[in-house]
């Protein structure tokens, strides 16, 4: 009797202990940012940027480009750092918001960093692309050069508007890529997906600042992004009927994280729901420039809207 009385009390303490523990951040022995989730063979990889300033910086330094990757939403498996800037001999500078997509049994890994002053370009933000024939790499420069570089875009006038690359490729195998700080830009890939198919367009959402995802959903086109005016990020979005547009404005989706100045979407479904992966500064000496990213549940209303995201600490349940 007694040693049922204490097994019983373990069961329950564990399973109390379960149901508070907090997930969120769900990576914490590193600081990362700008979440891109990615599907394959069963398995959700986590595609991320990593911070590594000190406290005292006062701007972004991001060494690298980390991969984890999980089967149950609650177990994380570090792949480490898969890419950095080193890998791209025209570059230098920071690693900036990425996505990695599969085609055809190849891993693009699309990513933003800066280019060095040189006969191609005279520096500034720039998008580069790595390949791989695995989700976990070894992943090398696909093109030898960058995909998009600052003198592509000429409507901001500075020269880091060339950020946040996201990838969608299309019912029709069409893929498009969509980036940019200040205004959001899209151009056609070729099915190759390392050269762009024609001309670059450039648009403002409502409120739009950067880190654009893009993704179709019961024929629908959703384009969420960050959103600043004079107060930190949020999330809004847009959809159409079209992947060109026109782009309809509908909303706020996530409101200010937890002491970052920055947010960044990354969204998925898996394992039959959907998820939202966003960063924030909350980990102990964490800050703007010292991001942890955080997973919550999104749910869609019947026709297509986007329910507020529920920032919580508690995260989302595990899965099968
Ligand atoms: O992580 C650096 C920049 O901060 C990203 O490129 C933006 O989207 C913002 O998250």
Not at 295 to 306: C, E, L, R
Request: aromatic content about 14%; overall charge neutral.
């Amino acid at each position: 009797m007694k040693n049922t009385g204490k097994i019983l009390c373990v069961l329950f303490c564990n399973l109390f202990a379960i149901n508070i523990e907090a997930q969120n951040p769900i990576i914490k022995d590193i600081f990362t940012a700008d979440p891109a989730p990615l599907v394959h063979k069963g398995t959700l990889y986590l595609y991320t940027g990593h911070d590594v300033a000190t406290q005292e910086d006062t701007n972004y330094k991001m060494a690298d480009w980390h991969v984890f990757s999980t089967i149950n939403m609650k177990d994380w498996k570090d792949h480490g750092a898969l890419l950095s800037p080193s890998a791209f001999s025209w570059a230098t500078g920071d690693a900036y918001a990425a996505q990695c997509i599969e085609r055809d049994g190849k891993f693009y890994w699309f990513v933003s960093t800066f280019h060095k002053k040189d006969e191609v370009s005279q520096g500034g933000a720039a998008i580069g692309v790595a390949v791989s024939d695995s989700p976990t790499g070894p992943f090398k420069d696909a093109i030898g050069k960058a995909l998009i570089i600052n003198e592509m875009t000429t409507d901001m006038k500075y020269g880091w508007d060339d950020i946040d690359p996201t990838v969608f490729i299309d019912d029709d195998g069409q893929a498009y890529m969509f980036w940019g700080n200040g205004s959001c830009k899209w151009v056609k890939l070729k099915k190759n997906m390392i050269e762009l198919d024609g001309e670059i367009t450039t648009f403002t959402p409502k409120n739009y600042i950067e880190g654009p995802w893009v993704y179709k959903r019961k024929g629908l086109y959703y384009l969420v992004y960050a959103s600043a005016g004079t107060k930190p990020e949020m999330i809004e979005y847009c959809t159409a009927k079209n992947i060109t547009g026109p782009w309809r404005y509908q909303g706020i989706i996530q409101e200010n994280v937890q002491n970052s100045f920055t947010t960044h979407p990354g969204i998925i479904d898996y394992k039959g729901k959907s998820y939202f992966f966003y960063h924030n500064g909350s980990l102990p000496t964490g800050g703007s420039y010292r991001r942890s990213i955080c997973v919550d549940y999104m749910h869609y209303n019947k026709d297509g809207t986007i329910q507020k995201i529920i920032q919580t600490t508690e995260g989302v349940g595990s899965v099968k």
